[in-house]
Protein backbone atom coordinates (compact mmCIF):
# COMPACT_ATOMS: atom_id res chain seq x y z
CA UNK A 1 0.00 0.00 0.00
CA UNK A 2 1.53 3.41 -0.69
CA UNK A 3 0.00 5.74 1.94
CA UNK A 4 0.33 10.03 1.96
CA UNK A 5 0.03 11.58 5.25
CA UNK A 6 -0.17 15.26 5.48
CA UNK A 7 1.16 16.81 8.71
CA UNK A 8 3.74 13.69 9.26
CA UNK A 9 6.62 15.30 10.66
CA UNK A 10 4.30 15.91 13.38
CA UNK A 11 5.03 14.01 16.50
CA UNK A 12 1.88 11.53 15.39
CA UNK A 13 3.22 11.41 11.72
CA UNK A 14 6.84 10.52 12.67
CA UNK A 15 5.31 6.88 14.76
CA UNK A 16 2.74 6.16 11.94
CA UNK A 17 5.66 6.47 9.10
CA UNK A 18 7.90 4.34 10.84
CA UNK A 19 4.84 1.99 11.74
CA UNK A 20 3.75 2.26 8.03
CA UNK A 21 7.64 1.60 6.76
CA UNK A 22 7.72 -1.35 9.40
CA UNK A 23 5.50 -3.76 7.89
CA UNK A 24 6.83 -2.90 4.18
CA UNK A 25 4.66 0.00 2.66
CA UNK A 26 5.26 3.05 1.08
CA UNK A 27 4.59 6.23 2.72
CA UNK A 28 5.10 9.65 1.39
CA UNK A 29 4.96 12.95 3.69
CA UNK A 30 3.28 16.17 2.57
CA UNK A 31 5.01 19.19 4.39
CA UNK A 32 5.99 22.77 3.89
CA UNK A 33 9.65 21.40 5.10
CA UNK A 34 10.52 18.74 3.27
CA UNK A 35 13.84 18.98 3.50
CA UNK A 36 13.10 17.55 7.53
CA UNK A 37 10.85 14.60 5.98
CA UNK A 38 13.85 12.03 5.54
CA UNK A 39 15.49 13.30 9.08
CA UNK A 40 12.36 13.38 11.21
CA UNK A 41 10.53 10.22 9.20
CA UNK A 42 12.94 8.26 7.79
CA UNK A 43 15.14 8.15 5.03
CA UNK A 44 12.76 5.77 3.08
CA UNK A 45 10.09 8.48 3.36
CA UNK A 46 9.22 10.28 0.06
CA UNK A 47 8.44 14.28 0.55
CA UNK A 48 6.19 16.32 -0.87
CA UNK A 49 6.32 20.44 -0.66
CA UNK A 50 3.19 21.07 -1.74
CA UNK A 51 -0.26 19.60 -3.47
CA UNK A 52 1.20 20.94 -6.83
CA UNK A 53 3.73 18.46 -6.64
CA UNK A 54 1.05 15.53 -6.82
CA UNK A 55 1.04 14.93 -10.01
CA UNK A 56 1.72 11.37 -11.91
CA UNK A 57 1.67 9.50 -7.89
CA UNK A 58 -0.89 6.94 -7.34
CA UNK A 59 -1.77 6.29 -3.67
CA UNK A 60 -3.90 3.62 -2.02
CA UNK A 61 -5.01 5.45 1.24
CA UNK A 62 -4.54 9.43 2.41
CA UNK A 63 -4.12 9.91 6.10
CA UNK A 64 -4.74 13.90 6.80
CA UNK A 65 -2.90 14.57 10.79
CA UNK A 66 -2.30 18.27 9.08
CA UNK A 67 -2.96 21.65 11.42
CA UNK A 68 -1.87 24.06 13.52
CA UNK A 69 -1.20 23.55 17.46
CA UNK A 70 -4.78 24.27 18.83
CA UNK A 71 -3.55 25.11 22.44
CA UNK A 72 -0.01 26.87 22.10
CA UNK A 73 -0.70 30.52 21.09
CA UNK A 74 -3.58 33.03 22.50
CA UNK A 75 -7.29 32.40 20.81
CA UNK A 76 -7.27 35.94 19.23
CA UNK A 77 -9.55 36.29 16.03
CA UNK A 78 -5.98 35.93 13.40
CA UNK A 79 -5.16 33.12 15.36
CA UNK A 80 -8.43 31.33 15.43
CA UNK A 81 -8.36 31.98 11.97
CA UNK A 82 -5.35 30.33 11.03
CA UNK A 83 -6.29 27.55 13.27
CA UNK A 84 -9.47 27.21 11.18
CA UNK A 85 -7.71 27.59 7.58
CA UNK A 86 -4.84 24.73 8.58
CA UNK A 87 -7.80 22.45 9.16
CA UNK A 88 -10.99 23.14 7.09
CA UNK A 89 -9.53 25.22 4.90
CA UNK A 90 -6.53 22.68 4.01
CA UNK A 91 -8.75 19.51 4.09
CA UNK A 92 -10.86 21.72 0.94
CA UNK A 93 -8.02 22.13 -0.82
CA UNK A 94 -6.71 18.37 0.03
CA UNK A 95 -10.25 16.93 -0.87
CA UNK A 96 -10.14 18.79 -4.28
CA UNK A 97 -6.46 17.56 -5.24
CA UNK A 98 -7.46 13.96 -4.68
CA UNK A 99 -10.62 13.71 -6.45
CA UNK A 100 -9.24 15.57 -9.07
CA UNK A 101 -6.37 12.91 -10.26
CA UNK A 102 -7.23 9.85 -12.34
CA UNK A 103 -6.91 7.62 -9.21
CA UNK A 104 -8.65 8.76 -6.32
CA UNK A 105 -7.32 7.20 -3.03
CA UNK A 106 -9.74 4.68 -2.09
CA UNK A 107 -9.35 5.45 1.83
CA UNK A 108 -9.10 9.07 3.21
CA UNK A 109 -8.26 9.20 7.26
CA UNK A 110 -9.12 12.59 8.49
CA UNK A 111 -7.93 13.96 11.77
CA UNK A 112 -11.00 15.36 14.26
CA UNK A 113 -10.84 15.39 17.45
CA UNK A 114 -12.94 14.94 20.15
CA UNK A 115 -13.44 18.73 20.87
CA UNK A 116 -16.44 17.70 18.83
CA UNK A 117 -18.46 16.96 21.68
CA UNK A 118 -17.99 20.67 23.00
CA UNK A 119 -17.26 21.71 26.71
CA UNK A 120 -20.17 21.34 28.34
CA UNK A 121 -21.40 17.76 26.90
CA UNK A 122 -22.28 15.14 29.89
CA UNK A 123 -22.59 11.77 29.96
CA UNK A 124 -20.71 9.54 28.04
CA UNK A 125 -20.11 10.58 24.54
CA UNK A 126 -20.03 7.72 21.76
CA UNK A 127 -19.75 8.67 18.11
CA UNK A 128 -23.67 8.75 17.86
CA UNK A 129 -23.42 12.29 19.81
CA UNK A 130 -23.64 15.32 17.86
CA UNK A 131 -21.32 18.32 18.02
CA UNK A 132 -21.14 20.76 20.47
CA UNK A 133 -21.14 24.66 19.96
CA UNK A 134 -18.01 26.15 21.53
CA UNK A 135 -14.96 27.21 19.09
CA UNK A 136 -13.58 23.78 19.15
CA UNK A 137 -16.66 21.51 18.50
CA UNK A 138 -17.42 24.18 15.80
CA UNK A 139 -14.25 24.03 14.01
CA UNK A 140 -13.84 20.18 14.12
CA UNK A 141 -17.45 19.70 13.10
CA UNK A 142 -16.75 21.97 9.99
CA UNK A 143 -13.44 19.94 9.68
CA UNK A 144 -15.39 16.49 9.59
CA UNK A 145 -17.82 18.39 6.69
CA UNK A 146 -14.92 19.33 4.76
CA UNK A 147 -13.35 15.69 4.49
CA UNK A 148 -16.93 14.09 4.09
CA UNK A 149 -17.09 16.38 1.24
CA UNK A 150 -14.30 14.10 -0.81
CA UNK A 151 -17.32 11.12 -1.32
CA UNK A 152 -19.11 13.69 -3.52
CA UNK A 153 -16.71 14.93 -4.91
CA UNK A 154 -15.58 11.49 -6.12
CA UNK A 155 -18.56 10.70 -7.63
CA UNK A 156 -19.01 14.14 -9.30
CA UNK A 157 -15.93 13.77 -11.14
CA UNK A 158 -15.51 10.23 -11.97
CA UNK A 159 -19.09 9.13 -13.06
CA UNK A 160 -20.47 7.89 -9.64
CA UNK A 161 -17.77 4.72 -10.79
CA UNK A 162 -15.73 5.40 -7.26
CA UNK A 163 -17.02 5.12 -3.84
CA UNK A 164 -14.53 5.99 -1.41
CA UNK A 165 -13.90 5.05 2.30
CA UNK A 166 -13.92 8.02 4.76
CA UNK A 167 -12.87 7.56 8.36
CA UNK A 168 -12.69 10.48 10.88
CA UNK A 169 -10.55 10.14 13.63
CA UNK A 170 -11.97 11.62 16.80
CA UNK A 171 -8.88 11.73 18.56
CA UNK A 172 -8.50 12.09 22.32
CA UNK A 173 -5.75 12.94 24.65
CA UNK A 174 -2.34 10.73 23.23
CA UNK A 175 -0.07 10.06 25.86
CA UNK A 176 3.64 10.58 24.44
CA UNK A 177 6.82 11.25 26.50
CA UNK A 178 8.24 13.44 23.72
CA UNK A 179 5.43 15.70 23.10
CA UNK A 180 1.71 16.82 23.48
CA UNK A 181 -0.13 16.68 26.94
CA UNK A 182 2.11 14.28 29.04
CA UNK A 183 5.32 16.28 28.04
CA UNK A 184 3.81 19.85 29.25
CA UNK A 185 3.13 17.57 32.88
CA UNK A 186 5.97 15.77 33.67
CA UNK A 187 8.23 18.53 34.50
CA UNK A 188 5.66 19.83 37.67
CA UNK A 189 5.45 16.04 38.86
CA UNK A 190 9.02 15.07 38.52
CA UNK A 191 9.95 18.32 41.02
CA UNK A 192 6.87 17.25 43.39
CA UNK A 193 4.74 20.59 42.73
CA UNK A 194 2.07 18.65 40.45
CA UNK A 195 -1.70 18.16 41.02
CA UNK A 196 -5.06 18.67 40.18
CA UNK A 197 -6.37 21.29 37.85
CA UNK A 198 -9.33 23.40 39.09
CA UNK A 199 -11.65 21.14 40.90
CA UNK A 200 -10.32 18.08 39.53
CA UNK A 201 -13.36 16.39 38.70
CA UNK A 202 -12.94 17.32 34.46
CA UNK A 203 -12.73 13.97 32.64
CA UNK A 204 -10.02 12.96 30.86
CA UNK A 205 -10.36 10.78 27.80
CA UNK A 206 -7.12 9.61 26.68
CA UNK A 207 -5.24 7.06 25.16
CA UNK A 208 -1.24 5.75 24.88
CA UNK A 209 0.42 5.95 21.30
CA UNK A 210 0.88 2.06 20.93
CA UNK A 211 -3.05 1.72 20.88
CA UNK A 212 -3.70 5.10 18.38
CA UNK A 213 -1.03 4.20 16.16
CA UNK A 214 -2.49 0.27 16.03
CA UNK A 215 -6.33 1.94 16.11
CA UNK A 216 -5.11 4.05 12.74
CA UNK A 217 -3.98 0.88 11.15
CA UNK A 218 -6.63 -1.49 11.91
CA UNK A 219 -8.61 1.34 10.07
CA UNK A 220 -6.33 2.05 7.14
CA UNK A 221 -6.90 -1.71 6.53
CA UNK A 222 -10.19 -2.46 7.19
CA UNK A 223 -12.74 -2.18 4.87
CA UNK A 224 -15.29 -2.00 6.51
CA UNK A 225 -14.25 1.04 8.81
CA UNK A 226 -16.44 4.26 7.98
CA UNK A 227 -17.23 7.40 9.41
CA UNK A 228 -16.17 8.71 12.48
CA UNK A 229 -14.47 6.71 15.15
CA UNK A 230 -13.48 7.79 19.14
CA UNK A 231 -9.90 7.37 19.90
CA UNK A 232 -9.59 7.21 23.11
CA UNK A 233 -9.03 4.29 26.20
CA UNK A 234 -11.97 2.82 27.18
CA UNK A 235 -11.67 3.59 30.91
CA UNK A 236 -11.37 7.89 30.88
CA UNK A 237 -10.39 9.50 34.46
CA UNK A 238 -10.76 12.50 36.43
CA UNK A 239 -8.24 15.23 36.28
CA UNK A 240 -7.25 14.12 40.07
CA UNK A 241 -7.26 10.60 39.44
CA UNK A 242 -4.80 10.91 36.66
CA UNK A 243 -2.54 13.53 38.50
CA UNK A 244 -2.51 10.99 41.29
CA UNK A 245 -2.11 8.33 39.05
CA UNK A 246 0.77 10.23 37.43
CA UNK A 247 2.63 11.17 40.76
CA UNK A 248 2.32 7.60 41.77
CA UNK A 249 4.21 6.61 38.53
CA UNK A 250 6.57 8.78 39.32
CA UNK A 251 6.84 8.35 43.02
CA UNK A 252 6.32 12.03 43.62
CA UNK A 253 3.42 13.60 45.88
CA UNK A 254 0.32 15.41 44.14
CA UNK A 255 -0.34 17.87 46.90
CA UNK A 256 -0.95 21.36 44.76
CA UNK A 257 -4.00 22.38 42.88
CA UNK A 258 -4.08 25.65 40.16
CA UNK A 259 -6.75 27.06 40.64
CA UNK A 260 -9.24 27.53 37.38
CA UNK A 261 -9.16 31.10 37.72
CA UNK A 262 -5.26 31.12 37.48
CA UNK A 263 -6.05 29.22 34.25
CA UNK A 264 -8.41 31.38 33.44
CA UNK A 265 -6.22 34.32 33.75
CA UNK A 266 -3.21 32.53 31.70
CA UNK A 267 -5.03 31.25 29.00
CA UNK A 268 -8.23 32.69 28.22
CA UNK A 269 -10.48 30.78 26.49
CA UNK A 270 -8.28 28.43 25.90
CA UNK A 271 -8.57 27.22 29.73
CA UNK A 272 -11.70 25.87 28.87
CA UNK A 273 -10.05 22.69 26.90
CA UNK A 274 -8.55 21.80 30.32
CA UNK A 275 -11.49 22.42 32.86
CA UNK A 276 -14.45 21.57 30.91
CA UNK A 277 -13.98 17.41 30.57
CA UNK A 278 -15.17 14.99 28.16
CA UNK A 279 -16.14 11.66 28.93
CA UNK A 280 -15.95 9.83 25.70
CA UNK A 281 -15.95 6.07 25.06
CA UNK A 282 -14.48 4.26 21.56
CA UNK A 283 -17.85 2.59 20.78
CA UNK A 284 -17.24 2.14 17.44
CA UNK A 285 -14.10 0.33 18.14
CA UNK A 286 -15.47 -1.86 20.82
CA UNK A 287 -17.73 -2.87 18.19
CA UNK A 288 -15.56 -3.55 15.96
CA UNK A 289 -13.98 -6.03 18.45
CA UNK A 290 -10.61 -3.76 18.73
CA UNK A 291 -8.17 -5.38 21.40
CA UNK A 292 -6.36 -1.98 23.45
CA UNK A 293 -3.18 -3.26 24.46
CA UNK A 294 -3.27 -0.34 27.57
CA UNK A 295 -7.10 -0.02 28.42
CA UNK A 296 -6.35 1.29 32.06
CA UNK A 297 -4.82 4.28 33.22
CA UNK A 298 -1.71 3.24 35.62
CA UNK A 299 -0.53 0.52 33.08
CA UNK A 300 -0.47 2.81 30.39
CA UNK A 301 1.50 5.35 32.09
CA UNK A 302 3.86 2.92 33.77
CA UNK A 303 4.59 1.59 30.34
CA UNK A 304 5.27 5.02 28.77
CA UNK A 305 7.37 6.45 32.37
CA UNK A 306 9.25 2.94 32.88
Not at 23 to 38: A, E, F, I, K, T
Not at 59 to 70: E, Q, R, S
Not at 148 to 163: F, G, I, K, N
Amino acid sequence: MHVLITGGTGLIGQRLCKALIARGDDVSVLSRRPQQVPVLCGSQVQALGSLKEWTTQDFDAVINLAGAPIVDAAWTSARKQEIIASRVGFTQLLVAKMASVPNPPMAFLSGSAIGFYGDDAAGELDESKTAGTDFSAILCRDWEIAAQRYDAEVRRLHADQMTPRIVLLRTGLVLDPRGGVLKKMLLPFQLGIGGKLGDGNQAMSWIHHADYLNAVLRLLDDTSCRGPYNLVAPNAVSNAFFSQTLAKTLHRPALFTTPAWVLRAILGERADLILRGQHVVPKALQADDFHFQFPELAQALADILQ
